[in-house]
């Protein structure tokens, strides 16, 4: 059983600063990805950020220069610094752990992230 905890959602202005953890704990394969994605209401959950348990590391354009992913493999947690947000960034964020060796995908609860105009 795997279990994901996201913390660091919230309220912010435009132009601010918000950093979300995800801690993951429970049958973790060591070789695994783990990242951000968003959906908007009636919309598909999209990818935000990746990155592997190998450091190699997936933005979608739409954040790039202004978010940044990364991880520490000895707390399985990773982190997704938000930079200069914008009001189109607000939708619940959800952390995905995927452990390519057994096809298996788990999500966290979501976290909600709201950017004020």
């Known amino acids: 059983q795997v279990q994901l905890v996201e913390s660091g959602g919230g309220l912010v202005q435009a132009g601010g600063s918000l950093r979300l953890s995800c801690a993951a704990s429970g049958n973790i394969f060591k070789s695994n990805t783990m990242g951000w994605y968003r959906q908007a209401p009636g919309k598909q959950r999209e990818l935000v950020a990746s990155i592997s348990s190998g450091g190699s590391i997936k933005y979608a354009e739409s954040v790039k220069g202004r978010f940044t992913i990364s991880r520490d493999n000895a707390k399985n947690t990773v982190y997704l610094q938000m930079n200069s947000l914008k009001p189109e960034d607000t939708v619940v964020y959800y952390c995905?752990?995927?452990?390519?060796?057994?096809?298996?995908?788990?999500w966290g609860q979501g976290t909600q992230v709201t950017v004020s105009s």
């Open positions: 995905n752990l995927h452990i390519a060796a057994f096809g298996s995908d788990y």
